[in-house]
T-cell receptor
């Protein structure tokens, strides 16, 4: 499946680093999402963009900063992360808010 | 806040046995979706249920949405090794943009 791509697939960073995760969808969808998936926890929705406008922000710490420059691209900028932020970060897109979501392969993030 | 409880957390079955996972919402849902995540993979959409009491089948998989639109189940008949993975339900609640995810049920086939 190549509908939603994410880079990098793996990322190891120190707590003082700044890095960015990239997501691109080739499906012509209007909504894009960032999720965090940690072991033994439900999927945690972080941010939602609809038509490039942020519509949901679920009390995510400011060390995570999303950016949606157009309807096909979504970024998650990371700075001064904590070890507990280590997780799989998944990007998803959907045609609109009531349709199924298509997920990318995720970025496995490790914070040292 | 709105929550979706999913049980069991794990289910170990012999190949050929049946598997069932259940989801219960604290509030009425507009729809519920089911996803499967293979080990090392990402969630993949299986189905969406919208109507009260709806039942849908996909080969050996049967999905149900309760009459009150607060609970749902996924039943797999005669499991196969290809069924291994974690099954998630996700309900659409009050917010148009937010799915409320269950914690998932991991299907494990006993060797």
């Amino acid at each position: 499946e190549t509908g939603v791509t994410q880079t990098p697939r793996h990322l190891v960073m120190g707590m003082t680093n700044k890095k960015s995760l990239k997501c691109e969808q080739h499906l012509g969808h209007n909504a894009m999402y960032w999720y965090k998936q940690s072991a033994k926890k439900p999927l945690e929705l972080m941010f939602v963009y609809s038509l490039e406008e942020r519509v949901e922000n679920n009390s995510v710490p400011s060390r995570f900063s999303p950016e949606c420059p157009n309807s096909s691209h979504l970024f998650l900028h990371l700075h001064t992360l904590q070890p507990e932020d280590s997780a799989l970060y998944l990007c998803a897109s959907s045609q609109d808010s009531y349709n199924e979501q298509f997920f990318g392969p995720g970025t496995r993030l490790t914070v040292l | 806040g709105q929550q979706v409880m999913q049980i069991p957390q794990y289910q170990h079955v012999q190949e050929g046995e049946d598997f069932t996972t259940y989801c219960n919402s604290s509030t009425t849902l507009s729809n519920i979706q089911w996803y499967k995540q293979r080990p090392g993979g990402h969630p993949v959409f299986l189905i969406q249920l919208v109507k009260s009491g709806e039942v849908k089948k996909q080969k050996r998989l049967t999905f149900q949405f309760g009459e009150a639109k607060k609970n749902s189940s996924l039943h797999i008949t005669a499991t196969q090794t290809t069924d291994v993975g974690t099954y998630f339900c996700a309900g659409q609640g009050d917010s148009n943009y937010q799915l409320i995810w269950g914690a998932g049920t991991k299907l494990i086939i006993k060797p």
